[in-house]
């Protein structure tokens, strides 16, 4: 099994930046990709940024050039800076990853990190 623990949320001004951390722990060797989602209110969970395990990179097209996911598999600890923010980035951010197991795709999900973006 995994759990992953986000931190690094906070409330920031908008053009302002903050760091986001996913700390993985248990079954660490299992993962190959960890991916950043995030929930606005009123709306559904949705793809932010991915990085796997040989270092390839996605961002989906509202964030391209103001996030950078990073991996630091030392530390088994994923990150996402988060630069240029503006209120439209407000939203609880969730890590989550898969796991292949002999009976299927295992998903876990990080409690979230809440993020305010003040105009």
Not at 30 to 41: E, K, T
Not at 49 to 58: D, F, N, P, W
Not at 76 to 87: A, D, E, H, I
Request: glycine share 12%.
């Amino acid at each position: 099994q995994v759990q992953l623990v986000e931190s690094g949320g906070g409330l920031v001004q908008a053009g302002g930046s903050l760091r986001l951390s996913c700390a993985a722990s248990g079954s660490t060797f299992s993962i190959n990709v960890i991916g950043w989602y995030r929930r606005a209110p009123g709306k559904q969970r949705e793809l932010v940024a991915e990085v796997s395990s040989g270092g390839s990179t996605s961002y989906v097209d509202f964030v391209k050039g103001r996030f950078t996911i990073s991996r630091d598999s030392a530390k088994n600890t994923v990150y996402l800076q988060m630069n240029s923010l503006n209120p439209e980035d407000t939203a609880v951010y969730y890590c989550h990853t898969e796991i292949l197991t002999m009976w299927g795709l295992k998903d876990y999900w990080g409690q979230g990190t809440q993020v305010t973006v003040s105009s």
